[in-house]
């Protein structure tokens, strides 16, 4: 992933971005090979031969991509970067020669519209415009093109040494031509800024390069103006190759919003946990009744779920799905990762005119009329609203730490919260617990046990110690482990409303090892931890799910919830990060 903190793209390991969506993460596409074939839109550098060795690799503190081909006449290196945003986005591409000489190729098919739209393309020396309605992409290079096939093509040789640079810049075709960045000195910058940015990280620990990874994965992952962070760069990348379980990720998650803010507070970023808490606070103003689990980048509440018919998906995987239903679902869960984002930040409410600790008093007070009735959970089945024992444990937190909050810096009705806190508290214990299985299980009464369960000694709901969280731990090893990792749920036993499987979801085995790390099992949780680490790909990213038959990723990517889950793994084995001290009840 290459990206310009406001829309992200995906390079192949063969020199092809086959992924951009502009201006921003949840624009249309206008490479989508990704999701189809490069009929639907690509842009490929590579050598003209037989490629004998590949080896790619990001730039030390940085999200610069080098990508180095070896041929039998030399070798050269691609460097593929977005720069800091400025009134264009570009996407920046320099060819340098290593050794040898070297003859390569590029290739360019823009459509628009996901794939769908042929451009009406012009050239003049140098430069080509691709334009359909209102978008237009512009190209620069001193590689002589010609078109082919409705594709755009350019042969050209790099000697040791030299360097050949391409630009391609995506505008309004209302507007004029933008202004084409020198490709060296944009280099410069982006070296500069990413670099500037990685130095602020205050993680000390033996996991030192994932997590500076992971944090500027992050990073590129937010959207700048707003400071929103989006769940994933893509749409419709499969959960197991050939079903349907494929959704849209380009957009903000609430429950994303606790665990993001500790990591980013954590590892020194307080500027982007102030605009992530100031996209929460514009997101969810209004009435607490209509709070949503999903947002836009900008805090869009309208994000209808349509498909893309003319896409055949990923490795045939259909329907590709553009937006996301889940945003009409009630998911009892977010209230609890709300209130505790908005209890552990820095104040950001004084240029948005909202207060925090009112928007929290009111959140909570709805909760307390809510928190009784079924919900879709944390996994947003479509197989009806249950009473998911994860949803009610966030439930609780939410009075926890509104309580907390409340008490040390305002006035609420903390004691009707705490009533409440004390009434989910004995039902989770009652009705969400199974002695005969010795764990928490999915739903009340259910005899299915969930991952999400992991949770409940991770935010404090019990302490670590207690003999029904090493329980649920241990009934989830025996029971939801799949080839060394940790399923959601059992797909073939919950009714989802959902056809076909799935893979492992990471963020499950991050939770896990955290979770064992805080049972007093830490040789098992760096062992796993460390054998997670192994299922990055060759630059350190992670997508949502990992299939441990076919050894490959699946899911959306790059996938925020599962860097997010890995920071928190290696903050804690780091000793750097405890759970919230649960609260002393008398007879539970």
């Known amino acids: ?304 779920e349509w498909e893309a018919s003319w896409l055949p998906g990923y490795e045939g995987s259909r329907p590709v799905r553009i937006g996301n239903a889940a945003v009409d679902q009630f998911q009892l869960d977010v209230f609890g990762e709300v209130s505790a984002a908005l209890s552990r930040t820095p104040k950001a409410e004084d240029e948005i005119r909202v207060s925090a600790g009112s928007l929290q008093s009111a959140l909570v007070n709805r909760l307390c009329q809510v928190w009784p009735e079924p919900d879709e959970g944390i996994w947003e089945t479509r197989g009806g609203a249950k009473h998911f024992t994860h949803s009610k444990v966030m439930a609780w937190v939410a009075l926890d730490r509104a309580i907390k909050h409340h008490e040390q810096y305002g006035s609420g009705d903390v004691k009707r919260w705490k009533k409440n806190r004390e009434m989910i508290r004995r039902e989770i214990c009652k009705k969400g617990f199974d002695k005969k299985l010795n764990s928490f299980v999915q739903s009340y009464g259910s005899k299915q046990l969930d991952a999400s369960c992991l949770l409940i000694g991770l935010v404090g709901f019990l302490p670590p110690d207690d003999p029904r969280v090493i329980g649920t731990v241990e009934a989830i090893e025996k029971r939801l482990m799949k080839g060394g990792l940790v399923e959601r749920y059992d797909t073939k036993k919950t009714k989802d409303g959902l056809s076909g499987g799935e893979g492992t979801f990471l963020a499950c085995s991050f939770w896990f090892v955290t979770s064992l790390w805080l049972i007093g099992r830490r040789a098992d949780a760096k062992a796993m931890f460390e054998r997670l680490l192994a299922l990055r790909n060759d630059v350190g990213l992670l997508s949502e799910e990992y299939d441990p038959v076919a050894k490959r990723m699946g899911g959306n990517f790059p996938q925020a919830l599962s860097h997010i889950a890995l920071l928190h793994s290696a903050f804690a084995l780091s000793g750097l990060w405890k759970p919230e001290p649960p609260v002393k009840t008398k007879g539970l």
């Not at 201006?23 to 989508?32: G, I, L, Y």
Request: proline fraction near 4%; include cysteine.
């Open 1 to 304: 992933m290459i990206g310009d903190c406001e829309t992200a793209a995906l390079v192949s390991r063969e020199g092809s971005i086959d992924w951009l969506c502009w201006p921003t993460f949840s624009s249309a596409a206008c490479f989508a090979a990704l999701l189809g074939t490069r009929d639907h839109g690509f842009w490929q550098i590579a050598p003209v031969g037989k490629v004998k060795a590949l080896r790619r690799q990001y730039e030390a503190h940085t999200l610069v991509v080098e990508t180095t081909f070896e041929t039998k006449e030399g070798e050269v290196c691609l460097i593929d970067f977005m720069p800091p945003r400025g009134r264009h986005s570009h996407v920046v591409r320099i060819v340098r020669g290593v050794r040898g000489r070297v003859a390569m190729q590029m290739d360019l098919a823009i459509r628009f519209d996901y794939g769908r739209t042929i451009p009406w393309v012009t050239s003049t020396d140098h430069e080509l415009r691709a334009i359909a309605g209102e978008d237009m992409v512009t190209l620069r290079t001193k590689v002589p093109l010609r078109g082919e096939g409705m594709t755009t093509r350019g042969k050209f040789t790099v000697r040791k040494g030299e360097m050949v640079s391409f630009t391609l810049t995506g505008s309004s075709s209302l507007d004029k031509a933008p202004q084409e960045p020198e490709a060296e000195k944009a280099l410069a910058r982006t070296q500069r800024f990413w670099k500037q940015w990685s130095g602020k990280n205050k993680y000390r620990g033996p996991y030192a390069e994932a997590v500076e990874r992971s944090l500027i994965t992050l990073k590129a992952m937010t959207y700048r103006p707003s400071g929103g962070i989006v769940a994933a760069a893509t749409t419709s990348l499969p959960e197991r190759i050939g079903g349907s379980r494929n959704w849209d990720y380009r957009y903000c998650w609430l429950r994303d919003t606790a665990f993001t803010l500790l990591i980013l507070m954590q590892a020194g970023y307080v500027e982007e946990a102030v605009e992530w808490r100031k996209w929460l606070l514009r997101a969810v103003a209004g009435a607490p009744d209509q709070v949503q689990t999903i947002y836009g980048i900008s805090g869009e509440r309208q994000l209808v």
